[in-house]
């Protein structure tokens, strides 16, 4: 933002003393004007400068909403003699630090390469230099014997200004030597078997790429040059040169170990052994009690006739009888 350094201009300074006295004490004078011109958007003084022998500018920073930067020029004049100064003018302007439109420029200078669009219509500048009426000699030996004889021409053709003004233009554009891609490279599309050299005096230094990988259907200069030239050899052998190729047939495929620890069961499950095992052990006391004891040589079973006590379930019984006769 602009400061309050005094604006010193003795260009035109009023030669009476007594005249810059009355001239540079206007400052309130100055800054009553702007309120009553714009309300309480004055802000600090800046200094006064002098536009002729009878008059002086007075300066203020302008304290207003979207004018960050902007002064209050206050003009205020007055005649040798007079003991006062009047106000001439009080007027915004912008200050070194103001933000400025761009220059304005001319509709017809404003558009660029790539703005055209399908449907718009563009009509060349009146005069343009690129062209040349079609009965003019264009001097491209390739258009003119053609127009000879088939017996008719264009309106109007290149003109050798306009020739070299887009040869110019491709050789300083992205199709270039000078661009990134050629200077990348060693090779020049003047060699390429995928150039097609144009017609006319253009063919001594154009050609379009006929490259789909490369710059396709772009005019390139002779000395441009990209990576897909028609003469890169191939890479020295197989597969990728800078990996060994990978088998993952020769790995081994193992099952993973159980966890450590032990396998917990469910507790209700742990319950009805238990329970189980209880009744089959007072089912075995049981039945040998029953039992009659016999001798050691015979292996025959107990009566038939003897039955299982009252108590004893039939399942549990066998059971026990099995267990004995073991």
Known sequence: ?????????????PQSEDLVAVLTAAVDAARAAIVEFSGETV???????????????HHFLADVPGYGGWQWAVVVAA??????????????????????????????QRIKPGDLGPGDLLAPPAGD?????????????????????????????????GRADAAQRWHDGDHGPESAMARATRRVCRDCGYLLPLA??????????????????????????CGAHSETPAPAGAGSPLYDPYDDGVLDVAENPPPAGPAEEPVAEIAEAVAVSEVIEDADVAATADVPETSAGDDSPADSGDEPPASADLGIWSAATDTKGE
């Open 79 to 108: 005649y040798p003699g007079s003991d006062h100064a009047t106000i001439s003018e009080v007027v915004l302007v912008p200050g070194p630090t103001a933000l400025l439109a761009p220059q304005w420029v001319p509709w017809d």
């Open 43 to 57: 802000g600090e003084y800046l200094g006064v400068s002098y536009e002729d022998t009878t008059a002086a500018t």
């Open 200 to 225: 006319g005096t253009l063919g001594t230094m154009f050609g379009v790429c006929a490259n789909e990988f490369a710059a396709d259907g772009h005019v390139v200069d002779f000395t441009y040059g």
């Open 1 to 13: 933002m602009d400061t309050a350094t005094p604006i010193a201009d003795a260009r035109s300074a």
């Open 129 to 161: 230099p690129r062209l040349v009426p079609g009965y003019v000699l264009s001097g491209d030996p390739a258009v003119d014997d053609v127009a000879t004889e088939v017996g008719f021409g264009r309106r109007q053709v290149l003109s050798e200004w």
